[in-house]
């Protein structure tokens, strides 16, 4: 069997943590399975590297920037190989770029183009085990380009799909994938396994424990990946593929996020286009917009609100005041302080009350609905952020996610 492992930043953040994944790593290459592995930068080594290029300049250059941030994961890489040496197993070191991952910069963003994975063959061939920096790849003018932060699984998810693996396993500081953040649902239960498309659902709702795009491309290519504690024991969560969806019909996690703001425009007029004009210029600003309400029209206008990272908010609100004037508005108003909680589960939309539980619980919480929006799989409602915690557990209650499936 050939398998992709992959550990975060938490289990390889101290001497200690390297070595006892070392043990790991050995044990499962000694079973006679091929193991190739991808880490993640030590502990917080990525929020410190940023802090350090901030301290020597206020907007770091993003290609210098880059290739400062490639070296947290290279450090990993480095030191695990030693540590696997010291014990004994033949093992190597490999940047992404030595690993063969090209990739397209957007600086910060980028993109893997391909893998050319014959120095990785090799080194399996002659029996060294590859530990390979996640996060990274390398642009056609070798320049270092980073994939986003929490990236590396997408590493190991794309190692796992160019290598033909059986399956890729993210070991992480948490013992798998559970029926809602832990931290803020105290009866949360880990789920044995989950689809991919409820994961990706998850992941794009605010869970942090898998990237969505490693889900996506994981989903695509049908590679399952296991989440699992690198700290214990334990059989974590698989997600995979199957079974069928039909049998699936139930809410298996209920997800929150926060760091949600939301503009509403006020009485649109109802005419041809204006959606475009509207969304047009905050695009080419760069404001990436998440869920958009638009009403049907009472005497030709209507409100229109849009949800976006509060991040963003102070590029969008430069804009309103012209996008509203340009589309004859009657002006807009800016919200800060929302989050959102959501119910994912294969087929919960076709199936009916679902959504109607969903209102009954919240409103039995003594929580308000601001907007609702679904997909397939999510129904998802956007309340005051201080109400998500409240909300999360009524939820999880209501749904009876804290008792065994
Ligand atoms: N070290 C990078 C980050 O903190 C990538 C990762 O951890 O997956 O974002
Ligand atoms: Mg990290």
């Known amino acids: 069997m050939r398998t992709v ?14 070595r006892h994944v070392a043990g790991r790593v050995a044990r499962r290459a000694g079973g006679g399975d091929e193991v190739v592995v991808v880490v993640s930068a030590m502990g917080n080594r990525t929020d410190e590297l940023i802090d350090l290029a901030l301290s020597v300049a206020p907007d770091p ?15 990993s890489a480095a030191l695990l190989a030693m540590a696997l040496k010291a014990m004994g197993r033949e093992a190597v070191g490999l940047t992404g770029s030595q690993a063969g991952i090209h990739a397209r910069a957007l600086h910060g963003a980028g993109r893997i183009e391909r893998i050319e994975a014959e120095r990785i063959e090799a080194e399996l061939e002659a029996g060294r085990i590859p530990i390979v920096a996640g996060f990274q790849g390398v642009t056609e ?50 789920l044995a396994d989950l689809h991919y498309d ?19 491309l994981a989903a695509h290519h049908d590679l399952p990946i296991l989440v699992a504690s690198s700290m214990v024991e334990a059989p974590g969560t698989l997600i995979h593929g199957g079974p069928r969806m039909e049998e699936r019909n139930r809410v298996r996690g209920v997800v929150d996020d926060h760091d949600i703001a939301k503009v509403t425009l006020r009485a649109v007029p109802d005419e041809r286009g204006v959606a475009a ?12 917009v ?38 004859g508005a009657s002006g807009y108003v800016a919200d800060t302080d929302l989050g959102k909680v959501s119910i994912v589960g294969a087929g919960i939309q076709s199936a009916p009350g679902y959504a109607a539980r969903m209102f ?46």
């Open 360 to 405: 009954r619980a919240l409103a039995d919480a003594g929580v308000n609905i601001e907007l609702i929006t679904t997909s397939e799989i999510r129904i998802t409602c956007i309340v005051r952020d201080d109400r998500v915690g409240d909300a999360m557990n009524a939820l999880h209650a209501a749904f009876g996610l804290d008792r065994p499936a």
């Open 141 to 190: 003018a070798s320049d270092f380009v980073t994939l986003g932060r929490g990236a590396s699984d997408l590493t190991a998810v794309a190692l796992g799909v160019a290598l033909g693996a059986d399956r890729c396993e993210t070991y992480k500081d948490v013992e798998g994938v559970h029926t809602a953040d832990p931290r803020a649902v105290p009866s949360a239960r880990r």
């Open 277 to 288: 004009r509207i969304f047009e210029p905050l695009a080419e600003a760069g404001v990436s």
């Open 290 to 327: 998440d869920t958009i309400v638009q009403n049907a029209s009472a005497r030709e206008r209507t409100d229109l609100t849009f949800t976006l990272a509060r991040a963003d908010l102070r590029r969008a609100e430069a804009l309103m005041e012209r996008i509203s004037a340009s589309v």
């Open 61 to 75: 250059d993003a290609r210098e920037l880059d290739q400062l941030l490639a070296t947290g994961e290279h450090m």
């Open 198 to 216: 409820e994961m990706l659902e998850m992941a794009t709702q605010g869970s942090r424990v898998m990237h969505n795009r490693a889900v996506e």
């Open 5 to 18: 492992q992959k550990y975060g930043g938490t289990s390889v953040a101290d001497a200690e943590r390297i």
